[in-house]
């Protein structure tokens, strides 16, 4: 008796030792508490969209409230940062776009954090075309008028950013190199402020994302020229990529993908990973997304570290040709 008893419990042991990673996310350590999920933007953008959309899911999947909490500034590295240097508990996550992962890491040779080495990449959730849009007080009404207008009066046009180095302000100076025109970047905290200095004549044209500026474009505020995207975007499918318009170099396809901070347990990690591709299936989320102007593009973990190393080369070549300097 006291063998078969001592042999059931190391078989026991043992199957537990060789339980999966799923199995152990599945134990009542995780969560345990409410999960922070980081916006490096200010609210009303379509980081939002996608943030609130998968923080919804995610919290009555995992039984746990996900609270989304906006960290804007510094082309998104005070969030960026913040999560960073969070504990690596699986509680503080980071939704966040081209900026964060690709764009900054290309373009700043200091940071306060580690790119590479301080985040946990753990899905790319969607695409997010950009597109170019002119406000009311801007009379181009295509992109061949607009470039007319800004190489008539060099250095007087201006658009938004979301700070140096900040994907827009990526965009908008590879489109300006392509062009062969001189133009202002000016920098705001988000798509909402920026979309309010649009409408209102303060700069004369905008690259955003089509969830921020759509309604704008629907309602006939704003004026689509281009999607920076290499494919035109299915809910602008009348306007043409800049590739169309012989400004294929300046291509720029953004995305959103969330991360969490390194040193976060492979097993949290593989679960989100899991849970994030179920939520990104689900029939009502992929139609709030092409709702929203974003396109379909999940990526698993490796394939998402992939993607970012391969963009930082593709960017750090773009801010060199256009010479951007992020300070």
Same mark, same amino acid.
């Not at 200010?42 to 995992?62: C, E, I």
């Not at 849009?133 to 801007?138: I, L, R």
């Not at 294929?248 to 899991?274: E, W």
């Given at each position: 008796? +006291?063998?078969?008893?001592?042999?059931?419990?190391?078989?026991?042991?043992?199957?537990?030792?060789?339980?999966?990673?799923?199995?152990?996310?599945?134990?009542?350590?995780?969560?345990?508490?409410?999960?922070?999920?980081?916006?490096?933007?200010?609210?009303?953008?379509?980081?939002?969209?996608?943030?609130?959309?998968?923080?919804?899911?995610?919290?009555?999947?995992?039984?746990?409230?996900?609270?989304?909490e906006n960290k804007p500034g510094a082309s998104t590295m005070?969030?960026?940062?913040?999560?960073?240097?969070?504990?690596?508990?699986?509680?503080?996550?980071? *939704?966040?776009?081209?900026?964060?992962?690709?764009?900054?890491?290309?373009?700043?040779?200091?940071?306060?954090?580690?790119?590479?080495?301080?985040?946990?990449?753990?899905?790319?959730? *969607?695409?997010?075309?950009?597109?170019?849009? +002119?406000?009311?007080?801007?009379?181009?009404?295509?992109?061949?008028?607009?470039?007319?207008?800004?190489?008539?009066?060099?250095?007087?046009?201006?658009?938004?950013?979301?700070?140096?180095?900040?994907?827009?302000?990526?965009?908008?100076?590879?489109?300006?190199?392509?062009?062969?025109?001189?133009?202002?970047?000016?920098?705001?905290?988000?798509?909402?402020?920026?979309?309010?200095?649009?409408?209102?004549?303060?700069?004369?044209?905008?690259?955003?994302?089509?969830?921020?500026?759509?309604?704008?474009?629907?309602?006939?505020?704003?004026?689509?020229?281009?999607?920076?995207? *290499?494919?035109?975007?299915?809910?602008?499918?009348?306007?043409?990529?800049?590739?169309?318009?012989?400004?294929?170099?300046?291509?720029?396809?953004?995305?959103?993908?969330?991360?969490?901070?390194?040193?976060?347990?492979?097993?949290?990690?593989?679960?989100?990973?899991?849970?994030?591709?179920?939520?990104?299936?689900?029939?009502?989320?992929?139609?709030?997304?092409?709702?929203?102007?974003?396109?379909?593009?999940?990526?698993?973990?490796?394939?998402?570290?992939?993607? *970012?190393?391969?963009?930082?080369?593709?960017?750090?070549?773009?801010?060199?040709?256009?010479?951007?300097?992020?300070?």
């Open positions: 008796m +006291t063998t078969r008893r001592h042999f059931l419990n190391v078989s026991l042991l043992g199957a537990a030792a060789l339980a999966s990673p799923w199995a152990q996310a599945q134990t009542p350590s995780y969560p345990h508490k409410p999960i922070r999920i980081v916006v490096p933007f200010g609210p009303g953008g379509a980081t939002d969209v996608v943030a609130r959309s998968v923080a919804d899911k995610l919290s009555s999947r995992l039984g746990q409230p996900v609270i989304v005070i969030g960026a940062d913040a999560v960073a240097k969070a504990a690596a508990d699986g509680y503080t996550l980071m *939704v966040s776009g081209s900026s964060t992962y690709t764009v900054v890491p290309a373009l700043k040779e200091r940071m306060p954090y580690d790119p590479h080495k301080d985040l946990a990449l753990i899905a790319l959730l *969607v695409k997010a075309p950009l597109v170019l849009v +002119t406000g009311p007080a801007t009379q181009a009404k295509t992109m061949a008028e607009l470039v007319a207008l800004a190489r008539s009066r060099p250095g007087e046009l201006s658009y938004a950013t979301f700070g140096t180095g900040s994907a827009p302000h990526l965009a908008g100076e590879m489109f300006a190199h392509e062009a062969g025109i001189k133009v202002l970047a000016v920098p705001y905290k988000g798509s909402a402020p920026a979309s309010m200095a649009l409408l209102g004549g303060e700069i004369h044209y905008a690259i955003d994302t089509i969830p921020s500026v759509g309604p704008h474009i629907k309602s006939g505020k704003m004026r689509a020229l281009a999607v920076t995207s *290499v494919q035109r975007a299915s809910t602008l499918p009348d306007v043409p990529t800049l590739g169309e318009l012989k400004l294929g170099k300046a291509s720029f396809d953004g995305f959103y993908g969330l991360a969490a901070p390194a040193g976060t347990p492979q097993a949290v990690q593989q679960l989100l990973g899991r849970e994030l591709a179920a939520i990104m299936a689900l029939p009502d989320v992929k139609e709030k997304m092409l709702a929203a102007g974003l396109e379909p593009g999940f990526l698993d973990a490796p394939a998402f570290k992939a993607k *970012v190393a391969d963009e930082i080369a593709t960017f750090k070549a773009a801010g060199k040709r256009a010479n951007i300097v992020m300070e």
